[in-house]
C-alpha cells in the first residue's frame, strides 16, 4: 500500500502570508496527487488534481507542484477563508489520503 | 447541475446490517469511477470502496468480504452495502466521483454501537 505523510500537522499563519503544505508518497505515484480543503462539519473540497492542476473555481492563490514522491501545496497569500484541514490523496495505486494539515489563521 | 446525495445512515448494532445510498445528478453514475470515503469522528479520510464504470470493484482490506458496492443505472444510484458492522465502522460515509474525487455528497453519518 502506498503510504502518504504530510508535514506539518498543523500550522498558524497570518493574512497574507506564504503557506507550503509537504506530501511525501512512500513510493512513485508519479502526477497521481490531489489536494483537498476540508472545513468543519462539510465534506472535502477537490483543490488540485495531477499534482498541479487547478480545478475550476479554485482561487489562484492555490497552486501544487512536484511528482514522484515529492509534492508541495502552496497559498500564496493566505486568506481568512483558508482556515481547514488539508488533505494530500494519491490515486496512482487505489487510493490513500495524507493525515491531515490543519491551517489556523492567526 | 453535478450533485449527490447519500442517504442510509443511522445507529446500528455490532453485527448487523445496513444499504447506503447515493443518488446522483447532473452526470451517470455508471460513466465514471465511483467511490465511497469515510471518516471516523475527529479522524482522516479514508477510502473504503470504488466501482469503476467497467463493473470493477475494489475495497479497502478494512472491509473487504463485509461491505459490497453497487449501483441502479435507471436510478443513478449507488450504494454500499456494510454487513457485519463493526464499532470500528462509525463513520461519515462520503460518494465521491472520479479518480480524483472532483465532486462529493454531504455524507451520512453511521454509528455502531451496541
Known amino acids: 500500500d502506498v503510504q502518504m505523510t504530510q508535514s506539518p500537522s498543523a500550522l498558524s499563519a497570518s493574512v497574507g502570508d506564504r503557506v507550503t503544505i509537504t506530501c511525501r508518497a512512500s513510493?512513485?505515484?508519479?502526477?497521481?496527487l490531489a489536494w483537498y480543503q476540508q472545513k468543519p462539519g462539510k465534506a472535502p473540497k477537490l483543490l488540485i488534481h495531477?499534482?498541479?492542476s487547478l480545478e475550476s473555481g479554485v482561487p489562484s492563490r492555490f497552486s501544487g507542484s512536484g511528482s514522484g514522491t515529492e509534492f508541495t501545496l502552496t497559498i500564496s497569500s493566505l486568506q481568512p477563508d483558508d482556515f481547514g484541514v488539508y488533505y494530500c490523496?494519491?490515486?496512482?495505486?487505489?487510493?490513500?489520503f495524507g493525515q491531515g494539515t490543519k491551517v489556523e489563521i492567526k | 447541475e453535478v450533485q449527490l446525495v447519500e442517504t442510509g445512515g443511522g445507529l446500528f448494532h455490532p453485527g448487523g446490517s445496513l444499504r447506503l445510498s447515493c443518488a446522483a445528478s447532473?452526470?451517470?453514475?455508471?460513466?465514471?469511477?465511483m467511490s465511497w470515503v469515510r471518516q471516523a469522528p475527529g479522524k482522516g479520510l479514508e477510502w473504503v470502496s470504488v466501482?469503476?464504470?467497467?463493473?470493477?470493484?475494489y475495497y479497502a482490506d478494512s472491509v473487504k468480504g463485509r461491505f459490497t458496492i453497487s449501483r441502479d443505472n435507471s436510478k443513478n444510484t449507488l450504494y454500499l452495502q456494510m454487513d457485519s458492522l463493526r464499532a470500528e465502522d462509525t463513520a461519515v460515509y462520503y460518494c465521491?466521483?472520479?479518480?480524483?474525487?472532483?465532486?462529493w455528497g454531504h455524507g451520512t453519518a453511521v454509528t455502531v454501537s451496541s
Open positions: 465521491a466521483r472520479q479518480l480524483h474525487m472532483d465532486v
Open positions: 447532473g452526470f451517470s453514475v455508471s460513466s465514471t469511477y
Open positions: 466501482l469503476y464504470a467497467t463493473d470493477n470493484t
Open positions: 513510493e512513485s505515484i508519479s502526477k497521481w
Open positions: 495531477q499534482a498541479s
Open positions: 490523496q494519491q490515486y496512482n495505486n487505489f487510493w490513500t
